[in-house]
Structures are given as structure tokens and as C-alpha cells.
């Protein structure tokens, strides 16, 4: 099958940046759209930003702050979070619409992220 790793969370002070990883390994022929959503404590989990070959999108609360990338031969998504605010204090998870080997198609998600923006 195949498994999404997320690496890059922390603890960052209001107004700073900080930048999120994930790679997707496994049995893989492609990855088609890779996106990110966060989930604060106490609230439903929320899309942030989506990268494909349309283009990328995100969330309101994140435009112009945010910005979504890819790294086709390394599988790899990322994203660079600056001006943080402390409502971006969430758990951070990739997910990925893949195509395996055998051609099936599924959408799997890594295990999350920590992010937390406090001084």
C-alpha cells in the first residue's frame, strides 16, 4: 500500500514561520492531488490548501500567508506557513489522492502534525 509522513511542526512564536513536509511512499505509480487540513483542539478538522495539476486553493483564513508546493519526484508536499497566528494552532495532516501499482486509486491520510503559534 502506502503511507504519508508528515515532519516539519513545532513551536513557533506570532508572527513566524514555519514550514511542513510530507511524503508519500509505498507502493505508488502517481500522486495526484496532495492537500493539507488541520484540525484545532475542540473544532472539526479543516481544509488549508490542495496543490494539483489544476493549480493550487486555499482556505481564506490562510491566503496570502500560506503557500502550498510540490516536489513530483520526491513524492513530496509542502507548506510554508508565515505571519502565524495562535488560531493556527492545530494538528496539521497531509492527504493524498494516490495511484498504486495495481493501478487502484485511493486517498489515504498521514498521521498528523503538531503546530503550535503561542509566545
Known amino acids: 500500500q502506502a503511507q504519508l509522513v508528515e515532519s516539519g511542526g513545532g513551536l513557533v512564536q506570532p508572527g513566524g514561520s514555519l514550514a511542513l513536509s510530507c511524503t508519500a511512499s509505498?507502493?505508488?505509480?502517481?500522486?495526484?492531488?496532495m492537500r493539507w487540513y488541520r484540525r484545532a483542539l475542540g473544532k472539526e478538522r479543516e481544509f488549508v490548501a490542495v496543490?494539483?495539476?489544476?493549480?493550487?486553493n486555499y482556505a481564506d483564513s490562510v491566503k496570502g500567508r500560506f503557500t502550498i508546493s510540490r516536489d513530483g519526484a520526491k513524492n513530496t508536499v509542502y507548506l510554508q506557513m508565515n505571519s502565524l497566528k495562535p488560531e493556527d494552532t492545530a494538528v496539521y495532516y497531509c492527504?493524498?489522492?494516490?495511484?498504486?501499482?495495481?493501478?487502484?486509486?485511493?486517498?489515504?491520510w498521514g498521521q498528523g502534525i503538531q503546530v503550535t503559534v503561542s509566545s
Open positions: 492527504n493524498a489522492d494516490l495511484t498504486l501499482t495495481t493501478r487502484a486509486q485511493i486517498t489515504t
Open positions: 509505498g507502493s505508488i505509480f502517481s500522486v495526484n492531488a
Open positions: 496543490i494539483s495539476s489544476g493549480g493550487t
